[in-house]
Nanobody, 127 residues
Framework: QVQLVESGGGLVQPGGSLRLSCAAS????????IGWFRQAPGKAREGVSC????????EYASSVAGRFTISRDNAKNTVYLQMNSLKPEDTALYYC????????????????????WGQGTQVTVSS
């Protein structure tokens, strides 16, 4: 049974940092594309950052590029999202998601291709 559990969210002041974790169970990360997505109240869920099945290819939304970093630790079967220089507009419920990657095909960093989802962790950036 594929399961993803996010943690690390919280309340942080503007300019602060948080590191989100996504612990995977029921499968191993190798060969799976992993994405971090977020959804603010009244807005659609959007892609924040995605990592290809090889763990090397990465993609970032323009709004977070240079501030957020996605990484994975295959030994711990965990994916991370390091978030620096946080802004109030980063406030949202953050989800991680996974999908088995077809050889040579990296899914777009949008919600639709991702089959398995965690329950989300809240990030609030406010003074």
């Amino acid at each position: 049974q594929v399961q993803l559990v996010e943690s690390g969210g919280g309340l942080v002041q503007p300019g602060g940092s948080l590191r989100l974790s996504c612990a995977a169970s029921g499968f191993t990360l190798e060969g799976y594309a992993i994405g971090w997505f977020r959804q603010a109240p009244g807005k659609a869920r959007e892609g924040v950052s995605c990592s290809g099945g090889d763990g090397v290819r990465t993609e970032y939304a323009s709004s977070v590029a240079g501030r957020f970093t996605i990484s994975r630790d295959n030994a711990k079967n965990t994916v991370y999202l390091q978030m620096n220089s946080l802004k109030p507009e980063d406030t949202a419920l953050y989800y991680c998601a996974a999908v088995k990657e077809r050889p040579g095909e990296t899914p777009m960093c949008i919600p639709a291709p991702f089959a398995s989802w965690g329950q989300g962790t809240q990030v609030t950036v406010s003074s």
